[in-house]
């Protein structure tokens, strides 16, 4: 039962199909509820609710200043909310619960002096590892990422790269039921950062739950099941990835074509609501435009195919999903000028 459960709560996380009948399966690890927190002259959240599945990796998003890094610190225990609950895998959070939380912030907290191997061990027994069991551990994860030889030298010999991925080490080392990334993919060259995506991925796939906080939304779109917005202090949109991503592509189509672009458009008429065209594609068959069409609300996906044909030759045709980028940015500008906000504050 155990197994059925906990692959349940994997197939829901993972956003795969049957995930609303399963939804009822799959528990909150992190529940907050009505959550404020007011600093002098400044209000960082305003009645925040964020539940947390589980066994998923959820993104964290909002510009900058938006209330991201206190919602963090409210969960690991650095700091209080002035009003709201926030419960851990089904219980009013507590002080002991931080021993069950890895936090990589954003701003790291190597000993530069201290050589790599004494500081990973030394972590170790803070988070509660004896000293036969850290250092098994530790010799796991140095010889996964490659990096033994540096046991011996201090963080100051190491690049950027190269100490994040000792910090990383020293967050996941005790197998904490809660990790909480904070854009933990600075500092690294492309194929450091697919290592560590991998290593984020196989630890959700064991049991763990991330918090994925993040300005890259490419890497939202690869890695997040699920996703929190928060803007002025706010969640103005939460949900499944792949869910709001169709929700909101849903007048959005991909076509490429052989014809007059200024034809299609005039055929099109006020069907359209947005557009992008790209410069043609020479091929040995004539040109080919790649077009993306956002139709204004009421006007059927087959009458647009219908009134598309009529105007030029359709050589292919599919539903655009927006990007998380163009999903953050439409959410973001909307909000803001629904409350007559002109500027994004710096955090």
């Known amino acids: 039962m155990k197994l059925l459960g906990r692959l349940l709560r994997l197939t829901y996380c993972a956003g795969l199909s049957g995930q609303v009948i399963i939804n009822f399966f799959c528990m909150d690890i992190i529940k907050a509820e009505n959550i404020t927190k007011r600093f002098t002259n400044h209000t960082a959240l305003d009645d925040v609710s964020v539940s947390i599945p589980e066994g998923c990796i959820y993104g964290l998003l909002g510009p900058n200043g938006a209330g991201k890094t206190t919602l963090i610190r409210i969960i690991n225990h650095i700091t209080a909310p002035d009003s709201g609950t926030v419960t851990f895998d089904g219980h009013p959070l507590t002080a002991d619960d931080v021993a069950h939380i890895g936090y990589l912030p954003e701003e790291r907290g190597l000993y530069k002096k201290m050589k790599v191997g004494d500081q990973a061990l030394f972590f170790a027994k803070l988070k509660g590892l004896r000293t036969r069991e850290a250092m098994a551990e530790l010799k796991i994860w140095f010889e996964r990422f490659g990096i033994m030889d540096w046991w011996g030298k201090k963080v100051e010999e190491l690049s950027k790269g190269m100490a994040q991925k000792v910090q990383f080490i020293v967050t996941v080392l005790h197998r904490p039921k809660l990790l909480i990334f904070d854009e933990p993919f600075s500092g690294f060259d492309p194929i450091n950062a697919e290592l560590l995506k991998n290593e984020i991925l196989r630890l959700r796939d064991e049991g763990a739950t991330v918090i994925f906080s993040t300005h890259n939304m490419e890497s939202v779109e690869t890695l997040c099941d699920n996703f929190t917005l928060i803007n002025r202090s706010h969640n103005i949109l939460s949900g499944n990835v792949a869910e709001i991503r169709r929700q909101m592509g849903r007048n959005h189509y991909r076509l490429s074509f052989q014809g007059e672009p200024q034809t299609l458009l005039d055929t099109l008429g ?48 599919d539903r655009a999903l927006p990007s998380m980028n163009d999903i953050f940015i439409k959410t973001v500008e909307g909000y803001n000028a629904a409350h007559n906000i002109s500027t994004t504050p710096d955090e």
């Open 270 to 317: 006020d069907r359209i609501e947005s557009y992008t065209m790209s410069k043609p594609e020479l091929t040995d068959a004539g040109p080919i435009f790649n077009s993306e069409f956002s139709l204004k609300e009421g006007v059927a996906m087959r009458d647009f195919i219908s009134t598309a044909n009529d105007a030029v030759e359709i050589v292919t045709f």
